[in-house]
RNA sequence: GGGCGAUUAGCUCAGUUGGUUAGAGCGCCACGUUGACAUCGUGGAGGUCACUAGUUCGAGUCUAGUAUCGCCCACCA
């Protein structure tokens, strides 16, 4: 028997005060730190490890709310619970921010060279690496920084070289001249998914080439004339008739006046345009395929800056922009121009930088997708894993159905460097080895590492097991992987989800996780998405030091609903804070309550719910309800309905638990029947410790030092146990009645403020219970107390009273409440709002009695929902009886 | 060009197997310092659940279409 209490609670909840202390207890008593324990399942979340390149966002925050909540409740269940923190090295993004950094010092990557380079931007990793990890600490994260990992550490790193590798030993990467896409400020290759599209409204140049050897010409439309100086050939659709006899022929190149083939080619539309087409394999992903299939030069005009190049001739060394304005110049000069119209289409923008992407050729890696996309998509046709929401399965199944393959070198610094080696013998060695000593052909040392790094996503793939010890055969890994459920948001569906799914499969031989649970964006007031250019950014750093990091998670988990985006108002955090306050004042009345008395505790200390006997039906109520929140809240759980489950917490506490609990429980403390007493503070212990225990995942802070004071089992709330639900504690009669005394409560509130009765003032009341004499004899002094209503004459009646000496009658189910409110209220208005109930309750009787009056609905609806509307019926048909009796009395 | 989502009170949003009186927070109005709580309490006002048609005994919830807004995907020059 155990009641640790340590000191007194502060009258006031400040959430600074409490939350950093707790994080550091939780800490230092290594309750984040998994266990491995064979023969138990365990419940493993992999933390989508934020970028180190700037501050902690709200997007942060969302996901620290979310799994906090999962591995909480979880670990509560008694389930080994990992949730592996990390940190990502954000390649481009990575190697941006630091550019930028140096651009504000005049300074250039290349100017510092690779290695000082990279130096610098270890220097501002680190330093990010602790800030947003200390930023990660303050939101709550249970997470096992035990476990902790860096992308670029060389477990992880081994782990990329590793898969290279094996990809590329199974021929599955491959190195090629493809046609890529281009930033030509970051100068590096990007994947189509780094690339954004945005529709523009443009030109369409319509150009006419002259056919060689005739007077004809024929008429091409392009959206980038620039590109025309590396056009190879003209295409046309083998069955146009139009242009059939020209097919094998030639046009010459204006300005250039190279010969270009005529080819007949399926995909080009005849009906669009003019029906021909400009090929240009060098500069359209579209043309490059037509050049594969007929054997065309790729002519590459450009330069990798963006300016053209010397097969640009008289127009190399513009930048793209002019050497377009120059050439429609010279081709409207010499007669080639046909027209420029209007014309929208979309332009490709590096997703960091924002300049115009330039679709070029380019040697670079890739890896090949369809054998590694056709296991993935069969594990979310199955079910093997699971969206949630569902809808988000359709958007991966049509991403992954629909797949290209992946080109995965980057012309960075910063970054995994690609694990090929070149020897002076001509020798290409892919190795999983740091450094490549010697050659295995020729032994030879003279050897040069591919000057590349991987896309950043290339890493991330492999997170799910390279953080577990991957390659090797670590007891984690064996233990923890594959991990239950993955918590990002949808915006990285492809980058990332997807392909972890699909390395998992390739390397692990199963997918690493069974659910993926998509959030939404967190966006501003206005809904726009918060960015710091927009300065609409809300620092979760700076609400928690207000509000409380509670709040913040409260607030961002039962904001929205899973895979929608959110607006974040800082109102709403303070009125989550609010609710803080409400459970630390009602916590402290509780504990003022125990003050005069113990209770009783099981063998642990854990207050238990006191005998079923001496409970009143106001205890029988609030255990009722908590049971029934208990296993509405296990359900909720298991179909991460998190949002919900939050709010029907708020709301037992707020207004049942305190609202009427409390409130009803003021008449017995402050009365003299001891053994009433007793039991109200058992059931206010019993049920504020579960109640505590049920919001801990979403409040850990604040359920914690609030536990701490009350009579519990075992040393923090974060390892004690999660409340079983037992639904058979579920008392309905009792329910129904204590509702019934609400409504009445209620009734009387209300006709006490219409009539304007002083607040403080208690009232005479006259009480026909009907069918609840039973009710108002037990609950007699709660509902006076609540209702202020009995001081005078609260008497019983066998039948209603015949000359009511009460102005105002109201009439809750089959009871009537009299209240001789007389001078202070006038007939008139009293009868004014019998005639309105009257109304009311007949419209009610009108449509009940027509539903039942319906065979249909009789016989097809289930019964207790036909049985509902009866008793509704003949409930209602009692009370207009008794409202128009009550009429007729006051006469006209 | 495809696909998806949203549309519910003045504002921001919940409402997962269709059940007949649609909820919350904030805001608004009135009253209130009763020993947990003014970061609060009590009462109240406020909604044809975007629109149309349909399925059904019954639709905010399912189906089809329309409108507006938003997002994703896409090699029509």
Not at 62 to 88: K, Q, S, Y
Request: proline letters at 5%.
């Amino acid at each position: 028997m155990t009641t640790s209490t340590s000191g007194e609670l502060a009258k006031n909840y400040d959430p600074t005060t409490i939350e950093g202390p707790w994080y550091d207890r939780w800490y230092d008593n290594g309750y984040f730190t998994a266990k491995v324990e064979p023969g138990q399942k365990p419940f493993v979340v992999i933390m989508p490890p934020p970028n180190v390149t700037g501050e902690l966002h709200m997007g942060h925050a969302l996901f620290v709310a979310v799994e906090d909540i999962l591995a909480r409740w979880h670990r509560m269940h008694g389930t080994p619970t990992l949730w592996l923190p990390g940190a990502d090295h954000a390649g481009i993004a990575g190697q941006w921010v630091v550019e930028r950094e140096l651009a504000k010092k005049g300074l250039t990557r290349q100017e510092l060279g690779r290695e000082a380079f990279l130096d610098n931007v270890w220097e501002w990793m680190d330093r990010y690496r602790k800030r947003i990890l200390s930023q990660l600490r303050t939101l709550g994260a249970s997470s096992d920084w035990s476990r902790f990992h860096f992308t670029m550490d060389p477990g992880p790193s081994r782990a990329v070289r590793t898969a290279f590798k094996r990809l590329y030993d199974k021929g599955l990467i491959y190195r090629g001249e493809r046609l890529i896409n281009w930033c030509p400020r970051c100068m590096t290759a990007l994947s189509d998914l780094e690339v954004d599209h945005e529709e523009v409204v443009g030109s369409i140049w319509t150009l006419r080439y002259p056919i060689t050897g005739s007077d004809e010409y024929i008429e091409v439309a392009t959206t980038r004339p620039e590109t025309m100086l590396g056009d190879s050939a003209v295409a046309v659709h083998p069955d146009d008739e139009r242009y059939r006899h020209l097919v094998g022929r030639f046009a010459t190149l204006p300005i250039l006046g190279r010969q270009l083939p005529i080819v007949a080619d399926d995909a080009v539309d005849p009906t669009f345009g003019t029906g021909a087409v400009k090929v240009t394999p060098a500069h359209d992903p579209n043309d490059f395929d037509i050049g594969q299939r007929h054997n065309l030069a790729a002519i590459n005009v450009m330069n990798l800056d963006g300016t053209m190049n010397d097969a640009a001739g008289p127009f190399a060394g513009q930048t793209t922009q002019d050497a377009r304005t120059n050439v429609v110049a010279r081709l409207g000069e010499e007669g080639f121009l046909v027209e420029v119209k209007e014309h929208t289409h979309a332009v490709g923008r590096c997703q960091r930088c924002g300049t115009i992407v330039e679709p070029m050729i380019s040697k670079q890696w890739f890896i090949e997708m369809q054998p590694l996309a056709e296991p993935a998509i069969e594990v979310a046709k199955d079910g093997t894993v699971r969206f949630v929401p569902e809808r988000f399965k359709g958007t991966y199944l049509h991403w992954m159905e629909n797949i290209h393959d992946w080109c995965i070198s980057r012309q960075l610094w910063w970054g995994h460097r690609i694990p090929v080696w070149y020897c002076d013998c001509g020798e290409v060695v892919v190795t999983d080895e740091e450094k490549l000593e010697r050659c295995p052909h020729c032994g030879g040392s003279n050897l040069t590492q591919d000057p590349d790094v991987l896309d950043t996503w290339f890493s991330s793939g492999l997170w799910t097991f390279s953080t577990l010890g991957w390659p090797d055969d670590t007891e984690d890994l064996h233990y923890f992987y594959p991990g239950s459920v993955m918590e990002t948001g949808y915006d990285i569906l492809f980058f990332w989800v997807a392909r972890m799914i699909f390395f998992g499969i390739e390397f692990m031989g199963e997918a690493p996780f069974h659910t993926v649970y998509l959030h939404g964006t967190v966006r501003d007031e206005l809904g726009q998405r918060m960015s710091k250019t927009k300065g609409n950014v809300i620092d979760p750093t700076v609400i928690t030091q207000e509000f409380g990091s509670d709040a913040l998670r409260f607030t961002l988990i039962t904001a929205g609903a899973p895979g929608a985006d959110m607006k974040l108002s800082e109102q709403r955090v303070e009125s989550n804070r609010n609710f803080g306050t409400k459970i630390w004042n009602a916590t402290r009345f509780v504990l003022r309550a125990l003050d005069s008395g113990s209770i009783a505790q099981a063998e642990d200390g854990t207050p238990v719910a006191p005998d079923a006997d001496a409970m009143t039906l106001s205890d029988l109520w609030i255990l009722s309800k908590l049971e029934r929140l208990t296993s509405d809240i296990e359900e909720l759980f298991a179909n991460y309905q998190l949002g919900e489950a939050g709010r029907r917490i708020y709301e037992f506490l707020w207004s049942e638990y305190c609202d009427w609990y409390i409130e009803s429980t003021k008449v017995v403390l402050n009365g003299d029947d001891e053994a009433a007493k007793a039991t109200t503070r058992q059931t206010l212990a019993y049920v504020l410790e579960r109640s505590l225990r049920l919001l801990h995942p979403f409040m850990p802070f604040l359920t914690e030092e609030l536990w701490q004071h009350m009579p519990h089992a075992g040393e923090s709330i974060m390892i004690a146990d999660w409340p079983v639900p037992d639904e058979s504690r579920i008392d309905e009669r009792a329910v129904a009645e204590y509702e019934f005394m609400i409504e009445a409560v209620r009734a009387v509130r209300n006709a006490r403020a219409e009539s304007g009765v002083e607040a403080g003032a208690w009232i005479s009341a006259m009480v026909y219970p009907g069918s609840h004499a039973e009710t108002f004899a037990s609950l007699e002094p709660v509902f006076s107390f609540l209702a202020r209503v009995g001081k005078g004459r609260f008497e019983y009646r066998e039948a209603q009273l015949e000359a009511p000496q009460a102005v105002v009658t109201l009439v809750i189910d089959d009871a009537i409440i009299y209240l001789p409110l007389a001078g202070m209220v006038d007939i008139d208005a009293e009868r004014e709002r019998l005639t309105k109930e009257i109304e009311q309750v007949e419209e009610e009787i009108a449509r009940t009695g027509q539903l039942l009056s319906n065979e249909n609905f009789t016989n097809r609806a289930p019964a207790d929902v036909v049985n509902r509307q009866r008793e509704r019926l003949s409930s209602a048909q009692e009370r207009l009886a008794l409202l128009q009796a009550r009429l007729g009395e006051l006469g006209a």
